[in-house]
Nanobody, 130 residues
Framework: QVQLVESGGGLVQAGGSRRLSCAASGRAFSSHDMAWFRQAPGKERKDRKFVAAISRSGSKTYYADSVKERFTISRDNAKNLLYLQMNGLKPEGTAVYFC????????????????????WGQGTQVTVST
């Protein structure tokens, strides 16, 4: 089991930046592929959208088209931390952001699939104002 706690959310103006963190405890952090998903207001858990993912070593990263070149996912396995640097935020980025940890090693085409992440944090709210 791994426990995840997100932080760093808040109110930010459109065009601004924010860095989210996800602190992991429990089972070895480096044994999990990790991802960020976001859940827009009024949407259900099953409607969470893929944002970015990173492999166990950090050597591979994946992004949703909507955030490419604006967001950067990274991890520090020594500190058990996952990050999401968000630049150029847009109002449609308003959502609760969740970090997820895989239950097993992922194939390349699985990273954006919400179903492969067995562990989730409680989420952190990001609100982008116009």
């Amino acid at each position: 089991q791994v426990q995840l706690v997100e932080s760093g959310g808040g109110l930010v103006q459109a065009g601004g930046s924010r860095r989210l963190s996800c602190a992991a405890s429990g089972r070895a952090f480096s044994s999990h592929d990790m991802a960020w998903f976001r859940q827009a207001p009024g949407k259900e858990r099953k409607d969470r959208k893929f944002v970015a993912a990173i492999s166990r070593s950090g050597s591979k990263t994946y992004y949703a088209d909507s955030v490419k070149e604006r967001f950067t996912i990274s991890r520090d396995n020594a500190k058990n931390l996952l990050y999401l640097q968000m630049n150029g935020l847009k109002p449609e980025g308003t959502a609760v952001y969740f970090c997820g940890a895989s239950a097993a090693a992922l194939l390349e085409n699985e990273y954006s699939d919400i179903g492969v992440y067995g562990y989730w944090g409680q989420g952190t709210q990001v609100t982008v104002s116009t």
